[in-house]
C-alpha cells in the first residue's frame, strides 16, 4: 500500500496546538508532531470506536499489552513481561513522577543539555534540584560529557533523567555509551529513567538499543519511558507506558501517580493497538519520507546558509541548528517576523540556537526554508 505523505491536510482550525498558536501565515516548524495523517488502519479503529457510541471506561486490554510486548521484541530484540508495563497519560508526567519517586525534597537530579524542557523543568515543578551538563561536540559529533558528568556529582544524586534517541541533538546513542552511562549510573546509585519515545524514528542504518536490553542486571535502577505517539503521530491522545522490571522499583515509581493519573482512553487504547500491529508498512513509508527531508534540510543548510551550523540528525524529525554566529537578540523571533515558527534554544537550555521540526511535507519544508535563509543566510 502506499502513502502520500506529500498529500495536503489543512490543520488550521483544528485545535492545533502547533498550528493554531501562531495564526496568519507563519509556517510552524516548532512543536514536536507531524503534519501527516496516521496510519490508515489506526484511523480505521477510531473511526469503529466511535461508531460504537459508547465511551464508558476503558480498560487496556491484554491484545493492546500483547501488541506491545511482539513490538519490542520484534524490533529490538528485547523480551520484557507484561506485569512490567505500567500505562501513563504521557511521558512528561513519568518523568516528574520519577522526580518525586526517587530523589527526596532538595535533593539532585542530572541531566544533559540542551534537551527537551520538561527535562530541565520537572525537577523544580517537584521541588528537587537540577544539575545540567552540557553535550560537548567533537568532531562534528554530540558526544554524552561523561567526565564532566563525573565532576558534576554530588552526595545527594538520585536520578539521571537520560532522553535516548535524543532531543534535540538527533543522536542515536550507541550501545557502548547507554553502557558506560549505566556503569556512571551505577558507581553513583543512580536511578535511570530513560525517555525513549523517539526510538522507532531511527533515520540511520543503526539499531535503538532499549536501555533495559543492556542493563538486565541493573532493573533496579531502570525506568524506561515508551510511546506510539511520535512514531504514529498520535501525541493528541495522551498514551504513553512506562516499563519497569523491578516490582519494588516499579512500586516506588507509581507512588507519587496515585489517585492521579487517569486510565488510559478508549481512543488511545484502540489506536495504539492498531498502530502496533497493522502499522509497520505505514512507518517504513514514514522514515523513507523523513529521509528525504533530513537529506533536504542538510543540504539546504550546507549550501545555503553558511553561518548556520547543523549536525547530522540520525534520529526523530527534529533539528538542532547553531545560529549563534548570526549575532541575533532573538532569532526564534526574527524567524517568526519571516513566516517561520521554531523552537528557541533557550528553553532547551542552550540560547544561540533553534530547533526545527521538518516532520512536514517537502513543499512546507521548502517554503520555510526559502523565508528562512532571509534571516539566516
Ligand atoms: C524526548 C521527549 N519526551 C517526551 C515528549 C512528550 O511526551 P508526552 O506527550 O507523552 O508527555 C516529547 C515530545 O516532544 C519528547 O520529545
Known sequence: MDFDFDAPIERRGTASFKWDLYGGDVLPLWVADMDFASPPQVVEALEARV???????ALAPDSLTEAIVAHLERRYGWRIESEWIVWLPGIVPGLNMSCEAFAA?????????????????????????????????????????????????????????????????????????????????????????????????????????????????DADRIVTFMSPSKTFNLPGLNFAYAIVADKALRRRFLRPGEGLLPFPGSFSVAAAEAAYREGAEWHAGLLDYLRGNRDALEAFVAAELPRVRMTHVEATYLAWLDVRELGLSDAAAACREAGVALSAGAAFGDPGFLRLNFGCRRKTLEEALRRLAAVLA
Open 51 to 57: 461508531a460504537h457510541g459508547v465511551f464508558g471506561y
Open 105 to 217: 525534597p532538595g535533593e539532585a537530579v542530572l541531566t544533559v543539555t540542551p534537551v527537551y524542557p520538561p527535562f530541565l523543568e520537572a525537577p523544580a515543578q517537584r521541588d528537587r534540584r537540577l544539575v545540567a551538563v552540557p553535550a560537548e561536540l567533537r568532531e562534528g559529533r554530540w558526544e554524552l560529557p561523561l567526565d564532566a558528568l563525573e565532576r558534576a556529582v554530588t552526595p545527594d544524586m538520585r536520578v539521571f533523567l537520560f532522553c535516548h534517541p535524543h532531543n534535540p541533538l538527533g543522536r542515536v546513542w550507541r550501545r557502548e555509551e547507554v553502557e558506560a552511562l549505566l556503569d556512571f549510573c551505577r558507581r553513583h546509585d543512580l536511578i535511570l529513567a530513560s525517555d525513549e519515545i523517539h526510538c522507532d524514528l531511527i533515520l540511520d542504518d543503526l539499531g535503538h538499543v532499549p536501555t533495559g536490553l543492556v542493563g538486565p542486571d
